[in-house]
């Protein structure tokens, strides 16, 4: 017959061990953010390197939100909204966030890019930011 004590009796976890899994998994989360936040930033880095011909053009890294974004200083207002309708024509659209034009700001979000896209949105920010 069915043992007394009930069938899964025998495979119940203890608190300590639903504990211990918490923190183990809260610890690999914790470090694979990190990593994917590096391997972002490095492909940020990667895209703002060609910026650095460009006068009054400066980009950095933003951390400090869910990921890192790379933020493209235009150096004013009117040279980010052109640079956002440049972009929008381009074949294949880029969208840029546009939350910071008004202060001359365009900001790169490595997630909405697949890695291999990189070199085509750093060409691009050059064409439109020179334009």
Known sequence: GIPQHGLG?????????IVGLLAALEIFAIGNDAAEAAAMERRL????????????????????GRVPLLAVMAGSASRAGSAVAALRTHVPAIHVGEKRVAEGVLLVDPQALLEQDDAVLSRALVAALTG
């Open 9 to 17: 009796r025998g495979f119940k976890a203890g608190k300590e061990q």
């Open 45 to 64: 880095a990667a895209i703002a390197a060609p910026l650095a011909v460009l006068n009054s053009v400066r980009a950095e890294i933003v951390s400090g």
